[in-house]
């Protein structure tokens, strides 16, 4: 099978290679992937700043969704023909996360989805959507899921406010689900181009924040004062302050991204005053990622980005580094 890899970190470093296909054992499945889909993660995982001691050579990227071509002895899940995604962490089925669920990672702990072909066990993989090509169902298990429990923990329903920053991945997953819950979404982005594009889609408002750089008072000002339900934090610790001066009282802050470093203190008391609660989200289970579909089958939402042809797995990861993108970016593996 061909496939990308890296043996040593840096996107330079990516080569296209030729390895043996893998045959599905016990449990096991194969599958043909048909497209792949990158996230931050990815290009960290890539550069290894997100591990540097990973072992390696390593295959990339957590997401892609395919067509399973065989099935290993007692395999009962799944047949040839079946239209399937992996989840990110092999070993979250379901209930809570543990220290042992955190293990397996796809791109990660064990190889990724950028090549050919991939064997995972049974309990690894999900049935994706009817109405979804290949290219739009690779959007989903990180990005898709990571979005969708961000709006669980924040309990969000219909009337409340959401803040998302930015137009990446996670963030136009979180304005769709959220519009689908009936919430109101305001963001904050460095490109009016974006933000008008985020509008057509279902933004009430945004602002830029090279322009308006205390956007806080800005999404204080959109709620009477109140301040939003829920941030949707990609930003890390940059941006993690004046999260926690948009939030209302009793509000959650999800955290998810690490994107910049520090730019001012962080102000313990203001957690305590406002009761807010900030909750880390680390993807999802297996069954998150079923729930969410459902959702999505119901409503027929549709991933929004741009699709891209494997063989440009460099250009997009520096495409990425760049930030020019808007929703996912999704190559077409073949």
């Not at 016990?26 to 990158?38: D, F, Q, T």
């Not at 004046?242 to 955290?255: C, D, I, P």
């Not at 005053?273 to 989200?281: D, E, F, L, N, Y």
Request: net charge negative; aromatic share 6%.
């Amino acid at each position: 099978m061909r496939a990308w890899q890296f043996s040593s970190f840096g996107i330079d470093s990516l080569e296209f290679v030729e390895r043996a296909t893998p045959v599905a054992g016990p449990g096991e499945v194969l599958v043909a992937v048909r497209a792949v889909s990158l996230n931050f993660r990815d290009l960290l995982m890539v550069k290894g700043l997100y591990n540097p001691r990973m072992a390696l050579p390593r295959i990339p990227c957590s997401d892609g969704a395919g067509e399973v071509i065989d099935v290993g002895p007692g395999v009962t899940r799944w047949k040839r023909g079946d239209r399937v995604a992996g989840i990110v962490l092999q070993n979250w089925f379901d209930g809570p996360l543990t220290r042992e669920r955190t293990k397996g990672a796809l791109g990660g702990d064990i190889d990724g989805m950028l090549a050919d072909f991939i064997v995972l066990r049974e309990d690894g993989l999900v049935e994706i959507p009817e109405h979804l090509s290949f290219q739009e169902a690779a959007t989903l298990p990180c990005a898709a899921v990571t979005a969708w429990n961000a709006l669980v923990a924040g309990d969000i329903k219909p009337g409340s406010t959401v803040l998302i920053q930015g137009t990446g991945g996670v963030s136009i997953f979180a304005l769709q689900f959220a519009r689908l819950r009936g919430a109101r979404v305001i963001g904050i982005s460095s490109s009016h181009e974006k933000l008008e594009r985020a509008r057509a889609i279902g933004l009430d408002d945004g602002v830029n924040y090279r322009e308006v750089p205390r956007w806080d008072r800005w999404a204080m000002e959109q709620t009477g004062g109140e301040g939003v339900d829920l941030v949707v934090e990609v930003g890390g610790s940059g941006t993690l302050p004046l999260s926690l001066k948009a939030v209302r009282f009793g509000g959650t802050v999800a955290q998810i991204g690490v994107l910049s470093g520090a730019a001012e203190p962080l102000e313990i008391p203001m957690i305590l005053h406002k009761m807010a609660r900030i909750h880390g989200i680390f993807v999802g289970s297996r069954q998150d990622f079923i729930e969410m579909n459902r959702a999505m089958t119901l409503s027929q939402l549709r991933p929004i980005g741009e699709e891209f042809h494997w063989t440009q797995a460099r250009e997009v990861l520096e495409k990425m580094e760049e930030g020019s993108h808007f929703g996912k970016m999704v190559l077409s593996v073949g």
